[in-house]
Nanobody
Framework: QVQLMESGGGSVQAGGSLRLSCVVS???????MGWFRQIAGKGREGVAF???????DYADSVKGRITISHGNIKNTLVLEMNSLKPEDTAMYYC?????????????????????WGQGTQVTVTS
């Protein structure tokens, strides 16, 4: 059974940085992992994705400011967020799937991911 556990959220001033981590317990067979965020009252959006072959994809709104990476030893998905803006304020969720036709922001809109974490809140103050 696959379980995801996020950590690292918090409150930071605009321009600051945060590092989110997601520990993946269980085997997703080199599938697709990613981060979503949901602003209160709005739909969920894909932020960044990491495929089993090491390829990555980012939402246009975060390109150049956010980096997704994966640690094989600890099977941890990391989201490094820099130059944070108030509009980045949201609940951030880690998600994983054993297979996706496209492990990208666009692909994330086609069908639900199978495994989800509980979420971690990120608040950016101006």
């Amino acid at each position: 059974q696959v379980q995801l556990m996020e950590s690292g959220g918090g409150s930071v001033q605009a321009g600051g940085s945060l590092r989110l981590s997601c520990v993946v317990s269980g085997d997703i067979n080199g599938g697709c992992m990613g981060w979503f965020r949901q602003i209160a009252g709005k739909g969920r959006e894909g932020v960044a994705f990491y495929d089993g072959d090491g390829s990555t994809d980012y939402a246009d709104s975060v390109k150049g400011r956010i980096t997704i990476s994966h640690g094989n030893i600890k099977n941890t998905l990391v989201l490094e967020m820099n130059s944070l803006k108030p509009e980045d304020t949201a609940m951030y969720y880690c998600a994983a799937d054993t297979f996706r036709w496209s492990c990208t922001v666009a692909g994330s809109r086609r069908g639900e991911f199978t495994y989800w974490g509980q979420g971690t809140q990120v608040t950016v103050t101006s």
